[in-house]
């Protein structure tokens, strides 16, 4: 399973980026897949998920600036977001998770400046 996640950048406050992530050997409607974040000196957390039946869920912070959605065409998830905080800096990763493994991309670099 390869996830190659991609879209990360440098964009000011209140700005805008949608992150994509490809998967091969997976398919991402078969699986819940998610997007996680590291943001520097602290521990990865959790930021959206959507599973099999294309249920999303933003984690309560992030909601209404963040949206997790997927290309069952393109096998692809993507994370769109919204009035970027700095707060928001971090390395953003995608991640497949089924009842037997769970595989990680890797991670794409998200800046926000003040």
């Known amino acids: 399973v390869q996830l190659q996640a991609c879209g990360g950048g440098f964009v000011q406050a209140g700005g805008s980026l949608r992150l994509s992530c490809a998967a091969s050997g997976t398919v991402v409607n078969l699986v819940t897949m998610g997007w996680y974040r590291q943001a520097p000196g602290k521990q990865c957390e959790l930021v959206a998920l959507i599973n099999r039946s294309g249920l999303a869920t933003i984690i309560d912070p992030l909601k209404g600036r963040f949206t997790i959605s997927r290309d069952n065409t393109k096998n692809t998830i993507y994370l769109q977001m919204d009035s970027l905080k700095p707060e928001d800096t971090g390395v953003y990763f995608c991640?497949?998770?089924?009842?037997?493994?769970?595989?990680w991309g890797q991670g794409t670099l998200v800046t926000v400046s003040s």
């Open positions: 991640r497949s998770i089924s009842a037997s493994n769970n595989y």
